[in-house]
T-cell receptor, first 113, second 115 residues
Framework: GESVGLHLPTLSVQEGDNSIINCAYSNSASDYFIWYKQESGKGPQFIID?????DKRQGQRVTVLLNKTVKHLSLQIAATQPGDSAVYFC????????????FGQGTELSVKP | GAGVSQSPSNKVTEKGKDVELRCDPISGHTALYWYRQSLGQGLEFLIY????????KSGLPSDRFSAERTGGSVSTLTIQRTQQEDSAVYLC?????????????FGPGTRLLVL
């Protein structure tokens, strides 16, 4: 069935390095993608989003890249900090199915000092 | 506070009991969503409300699950005859406008444990 999945369940990086978290999606009808950060015991926190008519969007220290040809999404975090340690989820919205988010399984990012 | 709030934050119940989980969305948000997150898993869509339209219940796992949204604001998710597999974190989110076109903001969740 349709799904959004992540390539790696865990990622460990050194403080100050750049992090790249990947996500594959299978529904070509999806037109909106979001990255969420979830810290232990908290609800997901919006990081950045991108619409299907774009291939790159930048925020503060974060960049999302969308490759529709291969149905791939990535989140890049520059100069990763200990506070970035969390589980990161990508999510997609199908245009014709209202606003329900379809989430991937998540990648746990661990930042070593 | 201006965020989404949920109550209770934790709920322990016995198998077979009914539970009610509450969500207060951000004021002015017309869309409200419920998701479920099992341990170490991603989020699973349950139901969403958009304005006065009929809710999309396509994600509810069984007829033991139901939800209401009164006055276009507060929502209650009810689980009847709880089972151990219902144990999870139940997350509520709201968004400002037309579903799918606005960012969804999540509450802290209700952690449900069915013994």
């Amino acid at each position: 069935g349709e799904s959004v999945g992540l390539h790696l369940p865990t990622l460990s990086v050194q403080e100050g390095d750049n992090s790249i978290i990947n996500c594959a999606y299978s529904n070509s009808a999806s037109d909106y993608f979001i990255w969420y950060k979830q810290e232990s015991g908290k609800g997901p926190q919006f990081i950045i989003d991108i619409r299907s008519n774009m291939d790159k969007r930048q925020g503060q220290r974060v960049t999302v890249l969308l490759n529709k040809t291969v149905k791939h999404l990535s989140l890049q975090i520059a100069a990763t900090q200990p506070g970035d340690s969390a589980v990161y989820f990508c999510a997609e919205i199908y245009y014709n199915q209202g606003g329900k988010l379809i989430f991937g399984q998540g990648t746990e990012l661990s930042v070593k000092p | 506070g201006a965020g989404v709030s949920q109550s209770p934050s934790n709920k322990v119940t016995e198998k077979g009991k009914d539970v009610e989980l509450r969500c207060d969305p951000i004021s002015g948000h017309t869309a409200l969503y419920w998701y479920r997150q099992s341990l170490g898993q991603g989020l699973e869509f349950l139901i969403y409300f958009q304005g006065n339209s009929a809710p999309d219940k396509s994600g509810l796992p069984s007829d033991r699950f139901s939800a209401e949204r009164t006055g276009g604001s507060v929502s209650t998710l009810t689980i009847q005859r709880t089972q151990q597999e219902d144990s999870a974190v139940y997350l509520c989110a709201s968004s400002l406008g037309v579903a799918g076109r606005e960012t969804q903001y999540f509450g802290p969740g209700t952690r449900l444990l069915v013994l």
